[in-house]
């Protein structure tokens, strides 16, 4: 469950905001306040571009039982890959990762070691959120520091 700490916010203000994930910790991240908006008892209300952002950091650094296509996608996405990016770093097809992203299939044994091992490295290369002002699009790539994902 996600903790968002908003005793004092309004709208118009970016929110701090406290993401678990799981034993390895929480991480806090401010949302930007054009991702926000107050619902009609005045609570935050999160707009898609703040939940791909905190879909996003949970696929980085979490690390779920089963590999659900949300997940996957989640995952693909965080590390600004394309399908037939994350196909080629996987060693299948275009088609392969499409048929997990639809839930038509799940990836297998090795593929979910593949994944995995992917998503090891993602966690230590580091990321860096970037929000679009204009477009309220949201980016996740790794740390321009620490080298291309």
């Not at 700490?5 to 203000?13: E, I």
């Not at 952002?53 to 696929?59: N, S």
């Not at 299948?92 to 048929?99: A, C, G, L």
């Not at 959120?129 to 980016?139: D, E, K, L």
Request: with cysteine.
């Amino acid at each position: 469950m996600t903790i968002a700490t908003a005793p004092t916010w309004k709208p118009g203000m970016d929110l701090p905001y406290v993401v678990p994930l799981g034993e390895h910790g929480m991480l806090a991240i401010r949302l930007r306040a054009a991702w926000i908006r107050a619902d009609r008892s005045g609570r935050p209300l999160l707009l898609p571009p703040a939940v791909r952002v905190l879909d996003r950091l949970r696929a980085t650094f979490t690390t779920p039982a089963t590999l659900t296509p949300g997940f996957i996608i989640s995952l693909r996405e965080a590390m600004g890959l394309t399908q037939a990016q994350f196909a080629g770093r996987l060693g299948v097809t275009k088609m392969t990762v499409s048929r997990w992203e639809c839930g038509k299939m799940r990836p297998g044994a090795v593929a979910t070691a593949a994944i995995r091992k992917l998503q090891l490295q993602s966690q230590r290369k580091g990321v860096k959120i970037v929000g679009h002002a204009r477009t309220n699009q949201v980016s996740l790539t790794s740390h321009p520091r620490l080298g291309r994902m």
